[in-house]
C-alpha cells in the first residue's frame, strides 16, 4: 500500500515537475525575457501542488529508504541526489515566497529571481541524474 | 577712409568670420551666470533699423533683431521649428488636430513621419491654412518659414501676411505683459509677419492681412478709396524706445514653466475630480524644478525630449542623463547616471522586477489614475486654451481619451492619450487616403445643414444613412475608387445592399505617450498593492476606452491595446484571492523538507560522533 502510494506521489511529483520546467524555461528559449501570461498562470498553479507532493514525496521516502545512507539498499548516489534536491528545493521556493513579499526592494528581488531559476537548472540536472541512476538500478 | 578701403575692411571681416567659423556675439558666453541686459534695436524683415520717427512703422523681425547677436539658422533648425524638414522624426508626439463637427472630421495631422498621422499636403492642407489655423499655438518656423513649400497659386497671400518666424518671444519673453493669446489673433487675420511683435509689451497690431486685396503692398497700402478694411499695421509704444530707438526686451535663457504652459497644458474632463485650483501638478515643479531642467537645448535649439530611445536615435549617450531613469537610478558604482541631477533612487519594495521591464516608469507615475472609463483631455494645441474665443465646453472636438495604457513597438506598456481618426477618403484597392477638404466639405455641410448643432462643439447627432448619403454624393466627383468614411476603428462605404463597416488599419488611433504630470509615490499606481493592477476589475486591464466617432459604437477594453488576452489578466487576477493558500502551502512544504534535512544532518552528526568516540576508545 505504501509502496503504490509511494510510487504515485513520485509520478504526480515528476509530472508536476516537468510542467514547471516546461512553463519556466520555454518562454525563456523562446526569446522572452520574463515570464508572463499563460506560462506565468501555469506556472504559479502547478508550484503549490509540487511543493504538497515533494514534502509528502520527502516524508514517505525517508520512511521507506531511512534517513541514513547506511539505512536502505538503494543506490548511495541516488539517495545523496535526492538529499541534494530537497536541499536546493528550499531556496527554490523561499526565493520566490519572499519576492511575493513587500519585503525587498526590486534589486534583491532581482536576485532572488536569479536564485529561483539557478537552483530550478540544478533541481532539473538532479533530477536528470536520479532518473539515470534509478535506470541503472532496474537495469 | 574712402570707398573703397570700407568695402576691402567690410570684404576681409566677412571673409575672416567666414573662415574662422566665427559665432556670435550672443552665442558665445563669457562664463558669466549674470544674465545679458537685452536693451537693442528693432530690425524689420529688410534689415533696416525701426526708427520711430518713420511714418511707416514695420513689424518687428526677429530673424533680423535677435538674429544680429545670435545664429538664427542654426535655433531654426530645433525640434520646435524643424517639423516638414527632413529631420528624424522620433517618437510620436501631439499632432495637430483638425476638427469640424460640420464635416464629421477630426484628424491627426503633422508634418513628422509620425505613425498613424496623416501629412497636411495629403488632406489637402496648403501650409498657408495648416499656419492660419495652428499658427495660434507654433512657435514659428517650419513649414511657415521654408518657401520651397509655399503653394505658387496662394504667393499673393504670402506675400502680405509674410513669412512665420521663429518666434524667440513666446519663449523667452519673461515681461508679464506679454501676451501670447495675441499672437494667436493674428493667425486668425493672417497677420504672419506681425505675429511676433503682436505679444512685446511694446507693439500694439491692429488691422488685418486676410481683409486686403491680393495686389496689397504693405509698404505703399492701398488707395483711399479701394477698401475700408483696416490694413495690417503696427504701433510701437514710444516710451518704451529711448533716445538711440532702442527699446529693452525682458528675455531671459531660462525659460520659466508658466509660458510652456501657454502650449503644453493638458486639462482632464473628469467630473468627478476637485474644483481646478485644487489639481496638483507635476512632482518635479513642486519640488522647484523647471521644464527646462530635463528639456534642454543647446544653441540648436534640440530640445530634449526625455525618452528612453532618443538617446539611441539621437546618437547621443549624454541624452541617457535626461531620462527618467538617468536621475532616478543608480549604475553599477552606486551613483546616478545623471551628471547634473541626482533624483531619489527607488526601493520599488515587493515590486517584481518585470514590472521594470514590461511597464514604462510613466505607467505608475504618469497621467490620470486609470478608471472605469476613459476620459477626455483637453490640451493647448488641440483645443486652443490660453487664446480668445475658444469653446470651454467640456465635450468640444477634439476628443483626446485618456488615459490608455497601450504596448509600444518595444513590447513596453505606456500611457498613451488616443484620439480616432474621423475623416472622408478614398478607396483604391487597399489603399485609403483621405479626400482634400476644399472636394468634401461643401457636400457634407451641405447635407448635414439642417442637423441642429450642439453648443458643445461635440458630434452632431448623426446616423449611418446620413454617412450613406453623404457616400453617394461623394462617388460621383470621382470614377476611380469608392468613397469612404472612417470612423471610430472601421470604414464605412456603400454596397448595393446598403451601408458595410469593416475594420482596417486606416482606421486604428492615433496615440502619443503621456509623460506629465509625474505622480510621486504616494500618488502612483500600485500604492495600494498589485490588486490596484491585479484586481479582478482592476481598470488597468478592463477599463472601458471609448471608441470616438459621430456614429455609435462599442466601447473598447484597455488589454485590447497590450497584446494580452482579458480572460489571462482577470484569471491571474482571481489568483491573489487563493495567493495567501499558495503561500501557506509552499511555506508548510518548505517547513517539512527544512525539517527532514535537519533531522538528516543531525543523523550525520551523531554518526560523525559516534565513530570519533569510537576511534578514540
Known amino acids: 500500500m505504501n509502496q503504490s502510494i509511494q510510487s504515485l506521489i513520485f509520478k504526480l511529483g515528476l509530472g508536476a515537475f516537468i510542467l514547471l520546467v516546461i512553463t519556466g524555461f520555454l518562454p525563456l528559449l523562446y526569446g522572452e525575457n520574463v515570464q508572463t501570461g499563460w506560462w506565468m498562470i ?22 521507506s529508504v531511512g534517513i541514513g545512507f547506511k539505512d536502505s539498499s538503494q543506490n548511495k548516489c541516488a539517495k545523496k541526489i535526492v538529499w541534494v534536491y530537497l536541499i536546493f528545493f528550499i531556496p527554490n521556493a523561499l526565493s520566490i515566497l519572499f519576492s511575493m513579499n513587500t519585503w525587498f526592494p526590486s534589486s534583491i528581488q532581482h536576485f532572488l529571481l536569479q536564485v529561483h531559476f539557478y537552483t530550478a537548472i540544478g533541481m532539473f540536472l538532479l533530477a536528470l541524474l536520479y532518473l539515470n541512476f534509478s535506470r541503472q538500478d532496474k537495469g | ?45 529688410d534689415s533696416s533699423a525701426i526708427r520711430m520717427y518713420q511714418e511707416l512703422q514695420l513689424p518687428f523681425s526677429t530673424e533680423m533683431t535677435c538674429g544680429t547677436c545670435h545664429d538664427y539658422q542654426t535655433v531654426r533648425s530645433g525640434w520646435h521649428f ?24 477630426q484628424i491627426p495631422l503633422s508634418y513628422r513621419y509620425w505613425n498613424s498621422a ?32 509655399w503653394e505658387k497659386e496662394n504667393s499673393f497671400r504670402w506675400n502680405i501676411s509674410g513669412k512665420v518666424e521663429v518666434n ?6 519673461v515681461n508679464s505683459a506679454a501676451d501670447r493669446s495675441h499672437v494667436a489673433k493674428q493667425f486668425k487675420k493672417e497677420n504672419f509677419r506681425w505675429a511676433s511683435a503682436s505679444m512685446s509689451s511694446f507693439a500694439d497690431v491692429s488691422g ?32 518704451a524706445f529711448n533716445e538711440k530707438d532702442e527699446v529693452f526686451f525682458d528675455v531671459t535663457r531660462n525659460i520659466p514653466n508658466k509660458n510652456c504652459y501657454f502650449c503644453h497644458s493638458t486639462m482632464v474632463v473628469d467630473k468627478e475630480r476637485s474644483e481646478f485650483w485644487q489639481h496638483g501638478q507635476d512632482i518635479h515643479l513642486q519640488r522647484g524644478m523647471n521644464c527646462v531642467d530635463c528639456h534642454r537645448n543647446g544653441l540648436d535649439h534640440n530640445m530634449i525630449r526625455g525618452y528612453d530611445n532618443e538617446s539611441a536615435e539621437e546618437n547621443s549617450p549624454e541624452l541617457a542623463d535626461f531620462t527618467c531613469a538617468g536621475c532616478h537610478s543608480i549604475d553599477e558604482n552606486g551613483s546616478t547616471v545623471s551628471h547634473n541631477n541626482k533624483g531619489p533612487v527607488p526601493t520599488h519594495n515587493g515590486l517584481p522586477p518585470l514590472h521594470l521591464e514590461k511597464l514604462s516608469c510613466t505607467s505608475c507615475h504618469s497621467g490620470e489614475m486609470p478608471k472605469d472609463n476613459s476620459m477626455l483631455a483637453k490640451t493647448s494645441m488641440g483645443h486652443g486654451l490660453g487664446t480668445h474665443g475658444i469653446n470651454k465646453a467640456d465635450n468640444t472636438l477634439p476628443h483626446i481619451i485618456t488615459p490608455v495604457f497601450e504596448e509600444n513597438g518595444d513590447g513596453i506598456i505606456e500611457p498613451v492619450n488616443m484620439v480616432w481618426p474621423s475623416y472622408w477618403g478614398w478607396k483604391n484597392g487597399n489603399d485609403i487616403s483621405p479626400i482634400n477638404r476644399d472636394n468634401y466639405e461643401f457636400i457634407v455641410s451641405d447635407i448635414l445643414l439642417t442637423l441642429a448643432l450642439n453648443n458643445e462643439g461635440s458630434w452632431p447627432s448623426i446616423n449611418e444613412s446620413h454617412i450613406k448619403t453623404i457616400l453617394d454624393q461623394l462617388s460621383g466627383q470621382r470614377s476611380e475608387g469608392v468613397p469612404v468614411y472612417v470612423s471610430g476603428g472601421k470604414i464605412y462605404f456603400n454596397r448595393t445592399n446598403g451601408l458595410i463597416s469593416e475594420e482596417n ?13 509625474v505622480r510621486p509615490v504616494s500618488m502612483a499606481l500600485g500604492r495600494n498593492g498589485c490588486t490596484d493592477c491585479h484586481g479582478v476589475d482592476a481598470p488597468f486591464y478592463t477599463s472601458l476606452i471609448s471608441v470616438d466617432s459621430p456614429l455609435k459604437t462599442d466601447n473598447a477594453i484597455m488589454v485590447d491595446f497590450q497584446s494580452q488576452e482579458l480572460v489571462a489578466a482577470q ?30 544532518f543531525f543523523h550525520k552528526l551523531q554518526c560523525w560522533l559516534g565513530s570519533s568516540q569510537r576511534e578514540e576508545h
Open chain 2, 505 to 517: 488599419e486606416i482606421a486604428n488611433p492615433y496615440t502619443w505617450p503621456i509623460a506629465h504630470n
Open chain 2, 118 to 149: 496623416i501629412h497636411p499636403d495629403d488632406f489637402g492642407m496648403s501650409p498657408f491654412e495648416f499656419i492660419k489655423i495652428f499658427g495660434r499655438h507654433h512657435p514659428g518656423g517650419s513649414v511657415g518659414e521654408q518657401d520651397e513649400r
Open chain 2, 208 to 239: 488685418s492681412a486676410k481683409d486686403m486685396p491680393d495686389h496689397y503692398d504693405i509698404y505703399y497700402g492701398l488707395a483711399p478709396d479701394e477698401s475700408k478694411a483696416l490694413p495690417p499695421q503696427v504701433n510701437y509704444d514710444r516710451i
Open chain 1, 42 to 63: 501555469s506556472h504559479a498553479t502547478i508550484a503549490p501542488i509540487f511543493s504538497i507532493l515533494v514534502a509528502i514525496g520527502a516524508f514517505l521516502w525517508v520512511k
Open chain 2, 571 to 600: 484569471l491571474f487576477a482571481n489568483a491573489f484571492i487563493f495567493r495567501p493558500w499558495l503561500k501557506g502551502i509552499i511555506y508548510m512544504s518548505v517547513f517539512s523538507v527544512v525539517s527532514l534535512v535537519i533531522l538528516f
Open chain 2, 168 to 173: 524667440c518671444l513666446v519663449c523667452h519673453d
Open chain 2, 82 to 105: 524643424n517639423a516638414g524638414s527632413n529631420i528624424e522624426s522620433g517618437r510620436n508626439g501631439q499632432p495637430w488636430i483638425y476638427a469640424n463637427p460640420k464635416t464629421l472630421t
Open chain 2, 1 to 45: 577712409m574712402n570707398n573703397r578701403s570700407i568695402f576691402t575692411l567690410f570684404s576681409c571681416i566677412l571673409f575672416g568670420q567666414i573662415l574662422l567659423g566665427q559665432t556670435k556675439l550672443g552665442d558665445s558666453p563669457d562664463g558669466s551666470r549674470s544674465p545679458a541686459v537685452h536693451r537693442i534695436k528693432l530690425m524689420d524683415h
